[in-house]
């Protein structure tokens, strides 16, 4: 499987650097170094190039290389619109994914609300954070942006005697713009992974 996830990753790069835009770096946003493209991709520094994908100078040839290079060759010259948010089951298409989504984006969160909420700046400052959007009844939340045009909205509530915790995500308006709904799901799955690696550091 490794091998396959390489073999995408490299036919996304070969569609973006066949036919390279003139200002893919607008699109992205990223900074440009001749076919060189740096951006923040999940909180960490990230290289595209043609011979391939450094994230945190590591080599990309998993699910994470393939997200990036999907990212790229859908980029769109649209600006990300934030709202009005977005459930995942409202995206295109997003029936066959949502029961995965619930588990691995959203309830993978739960246990570690609480220290969710005491890291709440740290997340913010890894991952592009920004407040959560005015109107949003919760004890917790927060905007992360694991890809520059690609806006996840955490919502948090904390454990009590009636309830447990829990977790919702909410996408940004026009994230189907820059992404399709299946690779949507893979990025809120690793945006939530990343978030625990953060608060277990």
């Excluded at 490794?2 to 893919?24: K, M, T």
């Excluded at 450094?54 to 699910?63: F, M, R, S």
């Excluded at 609300?113 to 913010?124: G, H, L, P």
Aim: glycine residues 6%; charged residues 20%.
């Amino acid at each position: 499987m490794p091998s396959n996830y390489a073999d995408i990753v490299r036919e996304n790069l070969n569609h973006v650097y066949g036919n390279l835009p003139n200002n893919l770096q607008n699109w992205i946003p990223a900074s440009r170094d001749g076919d060189t493209f740096e951006f923040n991709a999940f909180g960490m520094p990230c290289r595209v190039a043609p011979d391939g994908i450094l994230l945190d100078g590591e080599a990309q040839d998993g699910v994470l290389g393939i997200l990036i290079s999907l990212y790229l060759r859908h980029a769109a010259a649209d600006p990300i619109r934030l709202e009005p948010l977005l459930s995942f089951k409202d995206l295109p298409n997003s029936m066959p994914y949502v029961g995965a989504f619930a588990t691995h984006t959203q309830g993978i969160l739960e246990p570690y609300v609480d220290t969710i909420a005491s890291k709440k700046q740290q997340i913010m400052d890894c991952l592009n954070g920004a407040p959560a959007p005015d109107g949003i009844s919760c004890d917790l939340s927060f905007l992360v942006h694991p890809l520059p045009k690609i806006a996840l909205c955490y919502i948090f509530y904390f454990a009590d005697d009636d309830f447990p915790a829990s977790v919702t995500c909410l996408y940004s308006n026009n994230v189907s713009e820059f992404l399709s709904t299946d690779a949507l799901a893979d990025v809120g799955e690793y945006t939530s992974k990343r978030i625990i690696e953060l608060i277990q550091q």
